[in-house]
């Protein structure tokens, strides 16, 4: 009955097919297909909406509730966000100011205000992993807030809190928990905490909140929407597709073994009763009523270890395999996780290197940075304004809302305190080849020793021709003579006491 239900399903659908393919011939030449689906795809509706209507508050709520269990159970999912992570929150922070003693203080407090303790509301992550968090909110939920309070601390917002407020405030206008200005600028966003069943609402100034969001669609979008939503369908599909194929690898794992015979060796003589250990039954002394049924199957079990099977001519035993999954399958199952992995611009060969050799593979990888550019503005903005936010109350007084712990020397003021947050780089691939390369490009003034350093996440180049200075004086007071580079040398470390002589 299911083959004949699936040779009728299938008649229909070839019926359907050879419908739409006169439908298609008929209509070629009657203008865009694009716009004149007629079974080839789904019809879209010639109505042009913002996308906030689009996607209005409660298709958001199913939106990010969907993200969410993809992010929870989904491996590949999972495994995608923490690979665009990897490549797009890491940044360290470089200060500089004509003061030295300046400069270490400043150090010193936001390593002390980015630690778990001092930074979030909470006391549970510190200023990396939150900026980390913000980040992966950002990729699932399309936007996130980080808000900053009184106290000195932070407090992350999630999507699904930022509501229009239950209040009823006359003359303004509120989209998807923004109250909007002028040009759609928003001046506040409402917050809505639940803690033991009762909803409060706050409304918290634009001032106070940045909200980290995809705008990659819209003009006009208010909330963001993040590119993720694109491959969460070819996530779920992958997710049920591979418990499919496990289900029928489990399956095939219960038929273990079958022993076939030629049919004219099946008859009233023939003993298919017959023990598995060769020893016919008939031999037996025991009574004829002791004996095993000489018309039960024989069975063959393996939890004893190695079997040795005596069969008959004519006999033979083969171990069933459906090659599940086949070939091509495993190609579809890769193409799908291709497509999925292209929502977030990632190559396949970081899936899967095997299948790339090395130029193909710095190809794809220096594509995956190109665009991991856009998505790093957006967490430089979100650590300007954490920056500004963190000076601003080192230098005002206690007076006005600050701590008061920098005071400025009258020689400097805040516009020669300059603050950088730098994207940590990747090691070299090959360090023999592209470090002289980089040494040639500063040779040439297309780059510079600081920049080559921070873009690796090799500290601060100041502060390593310090150390270094240290380490040369402190091996030269034992009697220890320190060379650096290779053989030969890129350049010539000279010291004062080298001039002079």
């Known amino acids: ?25 008929s209509s070629a030449t009657s203008g865009y297909d694009a716009i004149n689906p007629k079974g080839r795809r789904k019809s879209v509706s010639s109505q042009i909406q913002p996308e906030d209507t689009v996607l209005n508050a409660n298709k958001r709520r199913r939106l990010i509730a969907q993200s969410m269990d993809l992010q929870r159970n989904v491996g590949l ?35 002390r205000d980015g630690r778990m303790e001092n930074c979030d509301v909470g006391g549970r992550h510190s200023w990396n992993r939150m900026r980390r968090l913000a980040e992966v909110r950002k990729t699932l939920d399309g936007d996130v807030g980080i808000m900053r309070l009184r106290s000195g601390y932070l407090q992350g917002i999630e999507a699904h809190c930022i509501v229009n407020p239950d209040r009823i405030y006359p003359g303004s206008t509120w989209e998807q928990g923004v109250l909007l200005g002028p040009g759609k600028r928003a001046k506040a966003y409402n917050v809505r905490e639940v803690s033991q069943g009762k909803r409060t609402d706050r409304m918290v100034s634009a001032d106070n909140m940045f909200l980290l969001g995809c705008f990659e669609g819209r003009f006009d979008q208010v909330r963001g929407i993040s590119s993720f939503t694109a491959g969460m369908n070819e996530y779920r599909d992958l997710y049920e597709t591979l418990d499919y194929a496990r289900a029928k690898v489990k399956v095939e794992q219960l038929f273990a073994l079958a022993i076939m015979r030629d049919k004219e060796t099946v008859g009233p003589a023939s003993d298919i009763g017959r023990r598995v250990d060769g020893v016919d039954d008939s031999d037996s002394d025991e009574s004829t009523d002791a004996q095993v049924d000489v018309t039960r199957t024989p069975q063959v079990g393996f939890g004893d270890g190695p079997v040795k099977l005596d069969l008959d001519p004519g006999e033979k035993a083969e171990f069933l395999q459906a090659n599940n999954p086949s070939q091509s399958t495993q190609d579809f199952l890769r193409l799908s996780i291709h497509l999925a992995l292209l929502s977030l611009d990632i190559p396949m060969n970081f899936f899967d290197p095997k299948y790339v050799n090395y130029s193909g593979g710095r190809t794809a990888w220096n594509q995956y940075e190109r665009s991991c550019i856009s998505k790093r503005e ?35 003021d805040g516009s020669d305190i300059r603050c950088e947050w730098v994207p940590r780089g990747v090691p070299w691939w090959k360090p023999s080849e592209e470090l002289q390369a980089e040494l040639q490009a500063i040779g040439g003034a297309i780059d510079t020793p600081q920049m080559v350093t921070r873009r690796h996440g090799n500290g601060d180049w100041y502060r ?38």
């Not at 992570?85 to 270490?104: G, H, K, M, Q, R």
């Not at 230098?395 to 020397?409: A, R």
């Not at 009697?479 to 350049?491: A, D, E, I, M, N």
């Open 77 to 111: 999912a999972a495994w995608a966000i923490r690979q665009h992570l990897n490549y797009v929150t890491l940044f360290d922070l470089y200060i500089s100011t004509p003061d030295e003693t300046l400069t270490s203080d400043l150090q010193t407090l936001f390593e």
């Open 464 to 501: 390593n021709v310090e150390e270094i200075a240290k380490a040369q004086k402190f091996a030269a007071d034992r009697g220890v003579q320190l060379k650096f580079g290779g053989s030969p040398s890129p350049f010539t470390i000279v010291t004062g006491e080298d001039q002079q002589a």
């Open 378 to 412: 957006d967490q430089l903005a979100l650590h300007d304004w954490y920056t500004r936010w963190r000076l601003a109350r080192y230098l005002y007084p206690k007076e006005v809302g600050g701590t008061g712990e920098i005071i400025l020397p009258r020689s400097i």
């Open 1 to 25: 009955q299911a083959v004949k239900a699936g040779l009728s399903a299938a008649a229909h659908t070839f019926s359907d097919n050879n419908s739409a393919s006169s439908s298609v011939t």
